[in-house]
């Protein structure tokens, strides 16, 4: 089921959770910013379609929506996607050149309503400027996150997202060892590339979170976090490249799952 919840006076949040089982529960989130060209940053989950509209109905008009900013083109951001932009020809996509083209394998972007942006660029959506950038941690290269400078929102895509056993509507409801521990738990599956990252230039990366101050910062797959959190979230981050690798379940351990859910080993 999808909620909604409003992160900001100009932001909704349109959330589920995901189980991973014996792991716990991913959030997958987007987000509605209600500028003077309303934005809509990512398109829920393929399998949601249906509900994510219904959710994103009940905190704007569909029709009313100018922009999607699609940070990235993995099945839980893509969903509604073209649903969107055949009931809206207003709508235009914020990507990369790279997304085109990964779209361009399954379904293609209409070209004439594509807006092509790089990290460091900015857009204009009326009331507010949106700068791209490219997050610290990622698991798809067209990744491609965003600022707005009138809200002080940082959207980091999977940047930031953490496995937990409970999913609060606000990240400072969880304890300093609950964030942590999913943080570092989520990016080890998410981005295992950190663990032969140099550390340097990641840390400066981490360090440009860090200077830009944000006031709100939104993650696909964490509850919203005041920018009060900021240096939790940071510090989490710093730990991955020395955290022991994911290795997920054997064909063993799913055996063993399976009897378990069955009553019965598998023959």
């Not at 934005?39 to 949601?48: K, R, S």
């Not at 959710?55 to 940070?71: H, N, Y």
């Not at 005041?226 to 290795?247: D, I, K, Q, Y």
Request: aromatic share 6%; glycine share 8%.
């Amino acid at each position: 089921m999808i909620t909604t919840y409003e992160a900001a006076p100009d932001i909704d949040v349109l959330t589920s959770s995901f189980p991973v089982p014996g792991f716990g529960l991913i959030p997958i989130n987007a987000f509605v910013l209600h500028a003077a060209e309303p934005v809509l940053i990512d398109t829920g989950a393929v399998v949601e379609s249906d509900d994510f509209m219904t959710a994103l109905q009940s905190v704007i008009d569909p029709a009313d929506l100018r922009w999607i900013w699609l940070t990235h083109t993995d099945f839980d951001h893509i969903g509604s996607l073209h649903r969107l932009l055949g009931e809206n020809p207003q709508i235009r996509v914020i990507t990369t050149f790279l997304g085109v083209g990964i779209m361009g394998l399954s379904a293609p972007l209409p070209m004439d309503r594509v807006h092509l942006v790089n990290p460091g660029q900015t857009i204009s959506v009326g009331d507010r400027s949106l700068t791209a950038m490219r997050p610290p941690t990622f698991d798809n290269p067209i990744t491609t996150g965003l600022y707005d400078d009138r809200s002080g929102a940082l959207f980091s895509a999977d940047c930031f997202g953490a496995l937990l056993a409970e999913v609060p509507q606000s990240a400072e409801d969880l304890s300093d060892d609950e964030l942590h521990q999913g943080q570092v738990f989520w990016a080890t599956v998410d981005s295992p590339w950190l663990h032969t990252v140099d550390p340097t230039p990641f840390a400066a990366s981490l360090d440009e979170i860090r200077q830009l101050r944000p006031d709100l910062v939104l993650s696909s797959h964490l509850p919203a976090a005041s920018g009060g959190s900021l240096e939790r979230l940071l510090r989490s981050l710093e730990t991955v490249p020395a955290a022991a690798p994911f290795v997920g379940p054997d064909q063993v351990a799913l055996e063993q799952m399976l009897a378990g859910m069955t009553g019965s080993a598998p023959h």
